[in-house]
């Protein structure tokens, strides 16, 4: 990629972006790009710089350095109020003071769009997120789900070619949480427009996404489909954020193609590997407690029972291996092991997955 021009299909290049408050740094060389048309996720924990992207997408803050380019133009020093962005807050932000119809269309005739003009368009949006039937209805009286989408309505109405949604779910019950994720991508796609949301909730991020940049430290850990990221974490911490796998710590004895061999507490053997993964840097070993089975078939390793949770589908048997702790997920018609018990626990190696750094040290 030189200079500017986009990639084909490309709506957003972000490009060696940092983000410094002082010496505070928000955001540390960050670069990706974004489809049209697609369904992106920043994920990451509270402080690792999400909104700050975020911010510097939508114009609120400048860049310390890097660049942003929509459409191939740049958006240096493009203000706020000329960038083709939209934001929808968490907060909502709603007027109180104004029905549905007059918080959507608040935007359209401060930009001096006709009444009639706005009011197709308000019409339409307000289609688009099903509250048609809801405009004259005071914005107090509606549910935290339809507060939400009056303010998706109004991020929409002026037709946006990029929506930024900065944590919209986090004011819902987990029930609306739910419905309003289908709503969202269902949105996404009749609208055909390309949304960049951030959430902490890896949950979230899986059931919305067609990518999920998992963030770390104002840096990016892995940018992905949500599928690789599950199954293929490139590091320890992306595994252990996104969580559901026991994470031990590996020496890497050697690397082929796109497999390692690891020296762990159950031996040496070699496992599908992550890119990053090398000999002689850190390594962790994921293995998901569904593919572990208690069983002496050898190679096992001896271990102890120390709790066993109904989980009503399954059970959750919680083992000690000498130091290490592991989780190991029966199904619920089995019969499971006593606390106190000793078990052998065995797993195939082809089903045990090497990714890069630990997460003592961190990657
Ligand atoms: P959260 O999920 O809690 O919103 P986040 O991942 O969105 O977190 P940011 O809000 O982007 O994180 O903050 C990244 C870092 O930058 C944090 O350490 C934060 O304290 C700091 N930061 C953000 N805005 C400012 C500011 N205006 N002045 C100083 N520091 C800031």
């Known amino acids: 990629m030189t200079g500017r021009e986009a990639l084909p299909g490309t709506l957003l290049e972000a490009r060696s972006l940092h983000k410094s408050y002082g010496q505070v740094h928000a955001v540390r060389g960050v670069d990706f790009v974004l489809a ?3 369904y992106v996720t920043l994920l990451g924990p509270s402080g690792c710089g999400k909104t700050t992207i975020l911010r510097l997408i939508g114009g ?5 350095s890097g660049h942003l380019n929509l459409d191939g133009t740049s958006l240096d020093g493009v203000p706020a109020s000329r960038r083709p962005v939209n934001t929808v807050f968490q907060s909502y932000a709603l007027f ?3 029905d549905v119809e007059a918080n959507v269309g608040f935007g359209l005739s401060v930009a001096g769009v006709s009444r009639d003009e706005a009011s197709g368009r308000v019409a339409e949006a307000l289609r688009m997120v099903r509250l048609e039937n809801m405009a004259r209805r005071a914005t107090q009286q509606l549910s935290g789900g339809q507060q939400q989408r009056v303010a998706l309505a109004r991020a929409i109405v002026n037709r946006p070619r990029l929506l930024l949604l900065d944590e919209p779910l986090s004011a819902l019950d987990r029930k609306m949480r739910k419905d309003m994720q289908i709503e969202l991508r269902e949105l996404q796609r009749r609208l055909g427009l390309t949304f960049l949301h951030v959430t ?3 949950e979230e991020a899986f059931a919305l996404s067609d990518r999920v940049i998992v963030m770390n430290h104002g840096r990016i850990e892995q940018n992905d489909e949500p599928q690789t990221i599950y199954r293929k974490p490139e590091t320890a911490y992306v595994a252990d954020f996104i969580g559901g796998s026991n994470i031990l710590p590996a020496a890497v004895v050697s690397r082929a193609a796109d497999r390692a061999t690891v020296a762990s ?10 890119p990053s993964v090398k000999v002689g840097a850190p390594a962790s070993l994921c293995l998901r407690p569904e593919l572990i089975a208690l069983s002496d078939a050898s190679p096992s390793l001896p271990a102890k029972v120390a709790h066993v949770v ?5 059970w959750l048997v919680q083992v000690a291996a000498g130091k290490q702790i592991l989780f190991v997920r029966l199904a619920g018609a089995e019969s499971p092991p006593e606390p106190g018990n000793d078990v052998s626990i ?3 190696p082809d089903q045990a997955w090497v990714a890069a750094g630990s997460l003592a040290g961190g990657p």
């Open 96 to 98: 109180p003071h104004l």
């Open 265 to 274: 507490a159950f031996g040496t053997f070699e496992s599908p590997a992550a």
């Open 200 to 202: 902490h909730d890896q």
């Open 310 to 314: 109904f989980q009503g589908a399954d």
């Open 346 to 348: 065995r797993f195939n």
């Open 36 to 38: 049209r048309d697609s």
């Open 60 to 64: 609120f803050e400048t860049p310390s």
